[in-house]
Nanobody, 121 residues
Framework: VQLQASGGGLVQPGGTLRLSCAAS????????MGWYRQAPGKQRELVAL???????NYADSVKGRFTISRDNAKNTVYLQMNSLKPEDSAVYYC????????????????WGQGSQVTVSS
């Protein structure tokens, strides 16, 4: 199983970016999917989480500005980031809890490779 993230970049404060993360491989189903971020010198933190049923949870720092969504048919999770602030600058990682076709009894966590988001004027 692989998670391929895309959509990072440089944006001015107040701008928008959309991150995507597509899972591929020997997938039976995907349960929770989420986005995390890690700024230099800081611990990785949860940004947003979405269940297979579409329930969402957000870090307080991004509520009202970020929206997580998913397309189950495409095994893809998105993060729409609006009103970006310099403090949102970080490497963003997607994570998915995957049930593989060859391991139906287990849910395994997989990480994407990380996308750099820089918010600066």
């Amino acid at each position: 199983v692989q998670l391929q993230a895309s959509g990072g970049g440089l944006v001015q404060p107040g701008g928008t970016l959309r991150l995507s993360c597509a899972a591929s491989g020997n997938i039976f189903t995907i349960n929770d999917m989420g986005w995390y971020r890690q700024a230099p010198g800081k611990q990785r933190e949860l940004v947003a989480l979405i269940t297979s049923g579409g329930n969402t949870n957000y870090a307080d720092s991004v509520k009202g500005r970020f929206t997580i969504s998913r397309d189950n048919a495409k095994n893809t999770v998105y993060l729409q980031m609006n009103s970006l602030k310099p403090e949102d600058s970080a490497v963003y990682y997607c994570k998915a809890y995957v049930v593989r076709r060859d391991l139906l009894s287990y849910e395994l966590p997989y990480w994407g490779q990380g996308s750099q988001v820089t918010v600066s004027s």
